[in-house]
Every structure is written in C-alpha cells, then in structure tokens.
Nanobody, 119 residues
Framework: QVQLVESGGGLVQPGDSLRLSCTASGGTSSNYAMGWFRQAPGKEREFVAAVVWDIRKTYYADSMEGRFTISGGVGKNTVALRMNSLRPEDTAVYYC????????????WGQGTQVTVSA
C-alpha cells in the first residue's frame, strides 16, 4: 500500500497562485499514475489532474486546464500541482491519489490539504 502525504495548502486571495506537493512512499515503483482530486463543502470529490508515469502524459479536468499544472518528479514518488489565478470556487480539500494500473481504481489516498481562496 502506497502512503501519500500532501503539503502546501493554505489561505490565499483571489488571483493568487499556490503549489501543492505530494510525496509517496511504500511500493511506489508499481505506481501507474498519481493525481489530484478536490472536494468542496457539500460537493462530491472531483478529478483535478493526473500524470501517467511511464509515458509522462498529463490529464486535466476541462475546467482547470490552463490554470492548473501537474508535474511529476524524476521518480514515481512526487507530484506537484501548481494552481494559478485562484478563484473562490477553487476552495476545497485537495487530495493526492495513486493507482496501480490504467483500469484500476484510485486505491491510495492522502489525508488532504485545505485550500481556501478568499478576499
């Protein structure tokens, strides 16, 4: 089981940027992909972005492509999410996740980091 730890959340103003980081440990060589999800109060968890390690291809939710950038480290154990032009509606708990294959579920989750965008 992969363990994931997020960092970098906080309180920012609209228009600001923020960088989230996630570090994985334990069995990371088997990871197929890592990604970010978020859950706003009263809403379901939604996909934000992901990177597939072997081909280094990135994927984004349509509403976030262009403002958010996901990047992976040299190994399969770090992933970052750069968020620009933040909006109040980006306020959510952001979760890092990992999966073992293309068809598997996202089976490892971090504890989440709070991002609050408010004037």
């Amino acid at each position: 089981q992969v363990q994931l730890v997020e960092s970098g959340g906080g309180l920012v103003q609209p228009g600001d940027s923020l960088r989230l980081s996630c570090t994985a440990s334990g069995g990371t060589s088997s990871n197929y992909a890592m990604g970010w999800f978020r859950q706003a109060p009263g809403k379901e968890r939604e996909f934000v972005a992901a990177v597939v390690w072997d081909i280094r291809k990135t994927y984004y939710a349509d509403s976030m492509e262009g403002r958010f950038t996901i990047s992976g480290g040299v190994g399969k154990n770090t992933v970052a999410l750069r968020m620009n032009s933040l909006r109040p509606e980006d306020t959510a708990v952001y979760y890092c996740a990992a999966k073992l294959s293309r068809l598997s579920d996202w089976n490892s989750w971090g504890q989440g980091t709070q991002v609050t965008v408010s004037a």
